[in-house]
C-alpha cells in the first residue's frame, strides 16, 4: 500500500523508507539533466544530473538503504553529507508528490 | 575507489513551471517546439504562426472542413434541432464562422462568433456576404480570455481534434460553462466518445523506425523516442484492426468537471499479427438527439484523421490475448499518456501471464531546450537582452502622443548600432505597437 505525503507529514524519513516515483510521473533526460512532469499537478521540475541519477535509483531500487549504498559507491562524498542531502532531496520529492513511500 | 567527483549535495529540486493553456508562453521561450511536431496545439502562437506563414496552407484546412459533408450537414442538421428563435449563441473556435451563420438562419437573435486565428476576418466577410452581420459579433481571442455582455442559450463548438481532445475543447467548454453560458444552456456537441483498437500497422512503424537508419552516414536515431513518443495523425485502414475496437470513455459536455480524461478499457485480439500500437478516433452526439459525427476507420467520408498511438516495440499477438489500455490526458489535453498491458492465457493451464507492458507520453516526445529550462524556473532572476531593451524603450515611448514614425526615430537614435537604417527601427515600433497597442 502506497500513501501520500501528507498522511505522513510527520514522518521521519529514513533510509531504512521504501521509496518509489510515482506512475503519473513521467522524466525526460536534457543534456544530462531531467525534467520531470508530474500528471497529477500538471507540474514540471527540474532535477541535475546527480538528482537524476537518484531518480533511476529509486525506480530500480526497492530501499533508500540500497541507493544510498549505490551513490557512496559511485561518487566521492563523505557519508553524513550523502545521507543528509539524499534525504533532503527526497523530502522535497515526497513534498511535491514525485514519490510515494511505499 | 570513486570514479567521479561530483558533488552530490548540488542535487535540488527545481520547480520549473505548470503546464496548460498559459503553456502558450512556454511555447514560445521553447521555440515553439516544446510539444512536438505532430503534436497540434492550436494556441494563439500557433495559429497566428500558421496564419502569417502560410495563409495558403491554412485556408487550405479550412477548405478542407468545409467541403466535409458529413461535418458539415451533421452540424447543420444539430444546429437546427437546437437553436430556437431569439436564442443567444456563442460559437467557439468559428474558424470561417459557417456554424454561426446556421445558427442564425435557425433563428438566433445574436451570435458571438469567437476565434483566435486571424481567419476571423475570413469569418467576418463571409457573414457580410450572406447578410448576417447584424446578428453576429465577432470577437478575435481564446474564448477563455474573452467577456460576454450577456449569458447564452446554445454554446456551439467544433473544437473536436482527430482524437477528440486535442483541441482542448473539454476546456473551452467548462469555462463556457462557468462563464459565459446560461444555467439551462444547450451544448453542441452534447456528448464525445473516445474508441482505440489494437493495430498491425508495420507501414507506420517502419517510418518511425526510418529514424534508426543512417543518413549521408550520419545517425540520427536521437530522434527516434521523439517520434516514437507522440500521437501520428493518419488515415486508418480498418484492415489494420487486430481486434474489436473498444469505447475508451464518453463525456458529456454538459456535466464534465475535468479538463482531462484518464480512462481505461480492454480489447481483445482476434487474430494473429503484430502489435505494432494503437489506433484512436471520437464519435460525437451532437445534439444530444442521435445526429452524430463518427470518424471511425475507414472514413473517407470525414475531413478528421485518426490517431496513431505507435509503441516504442512492436510485439507477436494471438487471438484471445487482451490489451488493458490506460489513456490519460494532461494539461488541457497537451499532453497525452498511452500505457497497459498485453496479457495471454495459456491454452494448457489456463493461467494468464503478461505478454508485454507499454508505458508512453507525448511529454517524452517533447523537444526540450537544453538551458532553456533554467530560464523558465521561477528562482530564475531574468535580465533584459539588447532586443528587450529595445522593445522597453518603444513601449516607454508609446503614450498615446507620439506617432510610430517619431518612436522609430527616438529608437534608431538611442540604438544606433542595431537601427542602421531608419525602416527597420519603423517595423520594429510597428511590431511593438500592433501586440501592445
Known amino acids: 500500500m502506497e500513501h501520500k505525503w501528507s498522511e505522513y507529514w510527520n514522518m521521519k524519513i529514513d533510509l531504512s523508507c521504501q521509496i518509489r516515483p510515482s506512475d503519473d510521473v513521467l522524466l525526460q533526460e536534457v543534456g544530462g539533466e531531467a525534467v520531470l512532469l508530474d500528471l497529477a499537478s500538471e507540474c514540471y521540475f527540474g532535477l541535475e544530473a546527480v538528482g537524476t541519477r537518484i531518480w533511476e535509483l529509486l525506480q530500480q531500487n526497492s530501499s533508500l538503504q540500497q541507493t544510498y549504498d549505490c551513490l557512496r559507491a559511485e561518487y566521492d562524498v563523505e557519508p553524513d553529507r550523502l545521507r543528509t542531502d539524499l534525504l533532503a532531496l527526497v523530502e522535497q520529492m515526497l513534498e511535491a508528490g514525485l514519490v510515494r513511500v511505499a | ?437
Open chain 2, 1 to 437: 575507489m570513486a570514479e567521479t567527483t561530483l558533488p552530490v549535495f548540488t542535487c535540488v529540486l527545481k520547480p520549473l513551471w505548470r503546464a496548460g493553456r498559459s503553456v502558450e508562453d512556454l511555447a514560445t521561450a521553447c521555440v515553439a517546439a516544446v510539444l512536438g511536431t505532430e503534436f497540434r496545439q492550436w494556441t494563439e502562437t500557433t495559429l497566428q504562426m500558421m496564419f502569417n506563414k502560410s495563409p495558403m496552407t491554412y485556408l487550405k484546412y479550412h477548405l478542407s472542413m468545409l467541403t466535409d459533408h458529413a461535418r458539415v450537414d451533421a452540424y447543420r442538421q444539430a444546429i437546427f434541432d437546437t437553436v430556437r428563435p431569439g436564442d443567444i449563441v456563442l460559437d467557439i473556435g468559428t474558424g470561417t464562422g459557417i456554424l454561426s451563420l446556421f445558427a442564425c438562419q435557425a433563428g438566433a437573435r445574436r451570435v458571438y462568433a469567437i476565434e483566435a486565428g486571424r481567419i476571423i476576418e475570413a469569418a467576418r466577410a463571409v457573414c457580410k456576404q450572406n447578410g448576417f452581420d447584424d446578428r453576429v459579433v465577432f470577437m478575435q481571442e481564446l474564448s477563455t480570455k474573452v467577456e460576454l455582455p450577456e449569458r447564452a442559450d446554445v454554446l456551439i463548438t467544433e473544437t473536436i481534434g482527430n482524437f477528440g481532445l486535442e483541441e482542448s475543447i473539454l476546456g473551452y467548454v467548462r469555462d463556457a460553462r462557468q462563464r459565459l453560458l446560461k444555467d439551462d444552456a444547450r451544448i453542441l456537441p452534447a456528448s464525445l466518445a473516445l474508441h482505440v483498437v489494437p493495430l498491425e500497422a508495420p507501414q507506420l512503424h517502419a517510418a518511425i523506425d526510418s529514424w534508426n537508419q543512417p543518413i549521408a552516414g550520419l545517425d540520427f536515431s536521437s530522434v527516434r523516442p521523439l517520434v516514437v513518443n507522440n500521437p501520428h495523425w493518419v488515415k486508418l485502414d480498418a484492415a489494420w484492426m487486430l481486434g474489436q475496437p473498444a469505447q475508451l470513455c464518453k463525456i458529456d459536455l454538459a456535466c464534465a468537471t475535468s479538463k482531462d480524461i484518464c480512462a481505461s478499457t480492454t480489447c481483445t485480439v482476434t487474430k494473429y499479427g503484430t502489435l505494432h500500437g494503437l489506433g484512436g478516433w471520437f464519435s460525437a452526439d451532437l445534439s444530444g438527439a442521435g445526429t452524430a459525427v463518427i470518424s471511425n476507420p475507414p472514413s473517407t467520408e470525414t475531413s478528421w484523421s485518426h490517431a496513431f498511438l505507435p509503441f516504442e516495440t512492436p510485439w507477436d499477438m494471438e487471438p484471445g490475448d487482451t490489451i488493458e489500455i490506460t489513456l490519460r490526458t494532461a494539461a488541457d489535453a497537451t499532453v497525452w499518456q498511452w500505457r497497459g498491458t498485453c496479457r495471454r492465457r495459456s491454452a494448457a493451464t489456463g493461467a494468464t501471464s503478461e505478454v508485454a507492458r507499454f508505458n508512453q507520453s507525448s511529454f517524452l516526445g517533447q523537444m526540450m531546450p537544453v538551458g532553456g529550462l533554467r530560464r523558465l524556473s521561477e528562482t530564475h532572476c531574468p535580465q533584459l537582452t539588447e532586443q528587450g531593451c529595445i522593445d522597453q524603450f518603444i513601449l516607454q515611448m508609446i503614450d498615446g502622443s507620439s506617432s510610430l514614425k517619431e518612436i522609430a526615430q527616438q529608437a534608431a537614435a538611442r540604438f544606433p548600432g542595431v537601427f542602421s537604417d531608419p525602416g527597420k527601427a519603423l517595423e520594429r515600433a510597428r511590431l511593438v505597437s500592433q501586440r501592445y497597442a
